[in-house]
């Protein structure tokens, strides 16, 4: 027989990691180690969308608030490259899946289908 872990299991689990995990973030960020350009509003998401390179697309509901003056906006970029990735991906995941807004900072802009996005750097659940 299977094993198949209750969702309410899963989210406990997922819920604690995320915890630890935003303690983290907020202490880098605090200590300014991550300097970001500026925050999105907040909104809950509508899609959260790994790419075959890694990055992953981060939708909102509505279009992200730019900061950077990026080209384009639907959606923000969160490199594989980035210190906080798994982090961040992680938290993604749980604001999506318990529908919380989030604020995303972003810096920078980078290119994705062939235009300059917003460049997320962390992210706050609300």
Known sequence: R????SGRMMMKHLSKAMLVSVLVLSFVLRSG???AAGNTQAQKLKKVSLQPDGSVFV?????????D???????AVLAQE??????????LLL????????????????SA???ERPVMVGATIQ
Do not use: I, M
């Not at 939708?59 to 900061?67: E, F, I, Q």
């Not at 980035?82 to 938290?91: G, Q, S, V």
């Open 33 to 35: 180690a991550a300097s």
């Open 2 to 5: 299977d094993f198949a872990p």
């Open 82 to 91: 980035h210190t906080f990735y798994r982090e961040n991906y992680a938290l």
């Open 59 to 67: 939708y909102g509901r509505k279009v992200w608030r730019n900061p």
């Open 69 to 75: 003056g990026c080209e384009a906006n639907a959606y």
């Open 95 to 110: 604001a999506h899946a318990q529908e919380k807004g989030v604020v995303l900072r972003v810096d920078g802009c980078v």
């Open 113 to 115: 289908a062939g235009r």
